[in-house]
């Protein structure tokens, strides 16, 4: 699984490739949305952590859909296994609104997923404010 593309600075197309679900639950007060949350190992100890304004492509790796969903990443953070891989935690918020979001939010722990990102342009932490 060798298609990622990363640059010198470590940015670019970062996995290609699956994972598995390793958190799916419904947030509480809000109708049909979910949290997904997976771990992505790095092939490169130079590939960075994605950011707020970034997305991935996801779908069931058993899906009956055919394109995969944009789904913004809502956290991410990094750490290394006790072999010293980089890995990347990342979580998703998904809103439940069609047939492909509908089969992420009730897929089970484990279940395989099939991801391609992160793709789009991080925010600007500069111009984001707060008040």
């Not at 490739?17 to 958190?23: L, Q």
């Not at 991935?56 to 009956?64: D, F, G």
């Not at 935690?89 to 722990?109: A, N």
Request: glycine share 8%.
């Amino acid at each position: 699984m060798d298609l990622a593309e990363i640059d010198e600075n470590g940015n670019g197309l970062q996995f290609f490739g699956k994972t598995k679900v390793e958190r799916l639950e419904k947030i509480e007060g809000q109708p049909n949305v979910y949290l997904l949350q997976t771990t992505i190992e790095c092939e490169r100890p130079n590939q960075a952590v994605p950011k707020a304004g970034q997305f991935y492509l996801i779908r069931s790796a058993k899906s009956a859909v055919h394109y995969n969903r944009p789904i913004s990443v809502y956290h991410s953070e990094e750490w290394k296994s006790n072999e010293g891989k980089k890995k990347i935690l990342v979580q998703f918020m998904i809103l439940e609104k069609g047939r492909g979001t509908g089969e992420l939010c009730h897929m089970t722990l484990w279940d395989d997923i099939s991801i391609i990102g992160p793709l789009g342009t991080p925010w600007p932490l500069d111009r984001i404010s707060v008040e």
